[in-house]
């Protein structure tokens, strides 16, 4: 067993929890409900779990 290192430092930016401010960063998927949240993107949500995209809408710009 040598040569392959198990980490991911990518892994860090998926558990970003700062107080309560993670409650109001992520939204709850839709299709699959409690627990299971969006993960945050330049333009989209996209759920982990069932693939589900949303598209955030720019209009109030
Ligand atoms: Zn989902």
Redesign the pocket.
């Given at each position: 067993m040598a040569g392959k290192k198990g980490s991911s430092p990518k892994i860090h930016t998926y558990f970003k929890v700062e107080g309560d401010k993670v409650s109001r960063l992520r939204k709850l998927?839709v299709?699959?409900g409690k627990g299971?949240y969006m993960s945050e993107h330049k333009d989209r949500r996209t759920?982990g779990?069932?693939t589900?995209t949303e598209f955030i809408q720019k209009n109030n710009l």
């Open positions: 998927c299709r699959c299971v759920c779990k069932c589900d």
